[in-house]
């Protein structure tokens, strides 16, 4: 499958890391929309949120899991914004499910 966050996920395209363990990838997003902004991505492809189920889940409570440490790692200290876009009308770009974790700097009241 040609998907660009499965091969960051194995390797094949390098990314900034902030994290990463067997489940998941944290890394900074290459056109940052805040002081600080990193993505969470599942190593396991899944397309976006609407393909979250009961058998992968576990990744996913994974990855919230993690996000206040990757937030800390990243040197987000005083709160941060998680978002994910999911399909055309929320303008999902890449097609392999991700965390936007912003923070950094007082972000928009707006979140749309
Ligand atoms: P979305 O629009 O929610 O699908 O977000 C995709 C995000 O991936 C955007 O914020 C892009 O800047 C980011 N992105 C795309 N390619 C890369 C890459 N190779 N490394 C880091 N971030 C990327
Ligand atoms: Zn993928």
Redesign the pocket.
């Known amino acids: 499958m040609d998907c660009?966050f499965c091969k960051?996920a194995n390797g094949e395209?390098p990314?900034n890391k902030v994290y990463e363990d067997d489940k998941i990838l944290a890394?900074y997003?290459?056109?940052p929309?805040a002081k600080v902004h990193v993505?969470v991505i599942p190593k396991n492809h899944i397309s976006c949120a609407d393909e979250i189920n009961e058998a992968n889940c576990n990744d996913i409570a994974h990855i919230f899991v993690k996000i206040p440490g990757i937030a800390r790692l990243a040197g987000i200290k005083n709160g941060y914004r998680v978002i994910t876009?999911c399909g055309e009308d929320g303008?999902?770009?890449?097609k392999h499910l991700?965390y936007?974790v912003l923070g950094g700097e007082k972000l928009s009241e707006k979140m749309a």
């Open positions: 660009i960051i395209i990314s890394f997003d290459l056109n929309q993505l876009n303008c999902q770009s890449v991700h936007h």
